[in-house]
């Protein structure tokens, strides 16, 4: 891929040269050399993106965001700003591991800001995590999941939730 089909910002740094067309890298953010990225995915400030990578088509990461080691983000992901996603389950310093645990995004899904994803899960199809959410499991295609640890609220492909998170009035007549 020639690097007239992506754009880096001046500021950003990539060292990958398998970054799709369209895609681009804004200031400030560091992409690893083995890192792979697909087409038209947008990688907003601050943003850390390590070796061993995978990152599908269409994918928005959102500013604050490190995504480690074992990470696949499918097409269509949203990934909020300052999410966190964790490798190792016992980590150490100075002690690595070998081989990371896979964490897979699967198409779709949607996770909020400051949310917290922890190592070898799996957030399914179509899913949403709130903001702040803690997720210690995997998360199956559909569920909203949010707090601490997050729990299934609803299901993003139906119209029955748990009761609302805020109570929001819309009146378009202020009468």
């Known amino acids: 891929m020639s690097k007239q089909d992506y754009f880096v910002h001046a500021s950003g740094i990539c060292e990958s040269a398998n970054i799709g067309r369209g895609t681009t890298i804004w200031a400030f953010a560091h992409v ?40 696949v983000l499918e097409d269509d992901v949203f990934i909020g700003p300052n999410a966190t996603f964790t490798n190792d389950i016992f980590p150490r310093s100075k002690l690595h591991l070998g081989e990371y645990p896979e964490t897979r995004v699967c198409k779709g899904a949607s996770i909020g800001a400051n949310a917290t994803i922890l190592p070898g899960l799996t957030i399914g199809r179509n899913a949403m995590v709130g903001a702040g959410a803690v997720v210690t499991r995997s998360v199956p295609p559909n569920a909203i999941v949010v707090g601490n640890p997050g729990r299934i609220s609803g299901y993003a492909d139906t119209r029955q939730t748990a009761a609302p998170l805020f109570d929001i009035k819309h009146d378009d007549n202020p009468e």
């Open 32 to 71: 690893l050399p083995d890192a792979v990225i697909g087409e038209d995915c947008n990688i907003c400030d601050g943003v850390f993106i390590e070796n061993k990578v995978t990152i599908g088509n269409r994918v928005t990461i959102k500013c604050g965001v490190q995504v480690w080691d074992g990470i």
